[in-house]
Structure formats: structure tokens, C-alpha cells
């Protein structure tokens, strides 16, 4: 079993559109976060989530906002896809501020 | 906020020859992270650092944490072509959040 996956693994789609991705971890770990990694390889928190905090990077569009139906998901939703969003956004989940795994990635890309 | 700085940005080797990334941190650390991305792969865990001066191997990767706690250095010994990857490590914010350097991108030459 894959212990974080992540849906869909490429994202093709237009400026203006509203998209989602979805993360499931089965590792029973209490926080999620999500990553933005750009062409340079510079690999940027955007969100920690555990059961009780929301934490959203100061540098983060709103039109970025993460939804967590229960602990073992975290979802990503983006508003207004601009270009600059193209990436890859990785899902990753630790117990507290142990090791953390991620998933295999989801590669964006605004045309 | 965290700043973390990590030199070189890239580092070509001839295979058999070490490696060595630096991390530097403008504040004191509880603990450090360092994780393997290789290409077109997803960030993998290394290792954790949390004592003062501590040193750490792993086959022939050695960790080691300042005495001040504000810096870090992965060494690789004899590099090999199963070494190609992105290196970084990673430092905490406030909850359970990582910084992650800026990574040094390794490439191997056989």
C-alpha cells in the first residue's frame, strides 16, 4: 500500500479554471502539509494541518485554500489558476515534527 | 522568518570522488532534516538531527550537527551513480512546519 498518495499526478488545464488535488495518507500521522515545488527545485511549505491548526504560509494566495474532510486527507483547492502556479505540488504527511513522507507528486500546469 | 541557506547549489563529481552540501541557519535549531529527491521523484527522508555536535553515518553518507546547532554538512564518501539527486535539508518553524533549504543538485559522472 502506498502510504501517501496523491491524485491526479498531472494537471493540464487553463487559466481561470478552479482545480483540486487530492492527498490520503494511511499512516495514522496527526499533521499534513502541502508543498509547492517551482522549475528552480526550491521546495516552499504552503500548509500544515493537523486536528487542531490550520497553519497557511504568509506567502500563499488565497486563492490556495487546503479542505480536510477527516485526518487521513488533505486536499488541495486552487481558484484562478494563473500561470505562475504551474509546479509540482507535493502532499506530505509526519507525526508531530518527525520524518516526513511525501507523496509522489501532482506536476500543474497552466496554459 | 527562517531563512536557510545551502551551498553549493550544484556539485558535479567524477564517480569514486565525496560530496559534501552545507546547510547554514540564521537561528538555532531544535533539529535538522536532510532528504534525497531523486529526478523526477518525490523528496525521501534521510535523517534527523537533534544533539549538539552530533554525527551520524549512514553507509557511506555521514551527517553531522554544529555545536552551536545553527549549521549542518551531509558528506558522501566514494560518490556513486545511485548518489544523483537533490539534497536538502530542512529546519522547523512553528507547528511541526519545515523550512526547506534550497537544495544542492548532485550529478555523477561515471
Known amino acids: 500500500d502506498t502510504a501517501v498518495s496523491q491524485t491526479p499526478k498531472y494537471l493540464v488545464t487553463q487559466m481561470g479554471n478552479d482545480k483540486s488535488i487530492k492527498c490520503e495518507q494511511n499512516?495514522?500521522?496527526?499533521?499534513m502539509y502541502w508543498y509547492k515545488q517551482d522549475s528552480k527545485k526550491f521546495l516552499k511549505i504552503m500548509f500544515s494541518?493537523?486536528?487542531?491548526?490550520?497553519?497557511i504560509n504568509e506567502t500563499v494566495p488565497n486563492r490556495f485554500s487546503p479542505k480536510s474532510p477527516d485526518k487521513a486527507h488533505l486536499n488541495l483547492h486552487i481558484n484562478s489558476l494563473e500561470l505562475g502556479d504551474s509546479a509540482v505540488y507535493f502532499c506530505?504527511?509526519?507525526?508531530?515534527?518527525?520524518?516526513?513522507?511525501f507523496g509522489p507528486g501532482t506536476r500543474l500546469t497552466v496554459t | 522568518g527562517q531563512q536557510v541557506m545551502q551551498i553549493p547549489q550544484y556539485q558535479h563529481v567524477q564517480e569514486g570522488e565525496d560530496f559534501t552540501t552545507y546547510c547554514n541557519s540564521s537561528?538555532?535549531?531544535?533539529?535538522i532534516q536532510w532528504y534525497k529527491q531523486r529526478p523526477g521523484g518525490h523528496p525521501v527522508f534521510l535523517i534527523q538531527?537533534?544533539?549538539?555536535?552530533e554525527v551520524k553515518k549512514q553507509k557511506r553518507l555521514t551527517f553531522q550537527f554544529g555545536e552551536a546547532k545553527k549549521n549542518s554538512s551531509l558528506h558522501i564518501t566514494a560518490t556513486q551513480t545511485t548518489d544523483v539527486g537533490t539534497y536538502f535539508c530542512?529546519?522547523?518553524?512553528?507547528?511541526?512546519?519545515?523550512?526547506f533549504g534550497t537544495g544542492t543538485s548532485l550529478t555523477v559522472i561515471p
Open positions: 499512516l495514522g500521522h496527526d499533521t
Open positions: 538531527l537533534v544533539k549538539s555536535g
Open positions: 506530505a504527511s509526519s507525526q508531530a515534527e518527525y520524518e516526513q513522507y
Open positions: 494541518y493537523n486536528n487542531k491548526e490550520l497553519i
Open positions: 537561528t538555532t535549531l531544535s533539529n
Open positions: 530542512a529546519v522547523p518553524n512553528t507547528g511541526n512546519q519545515f523550512y
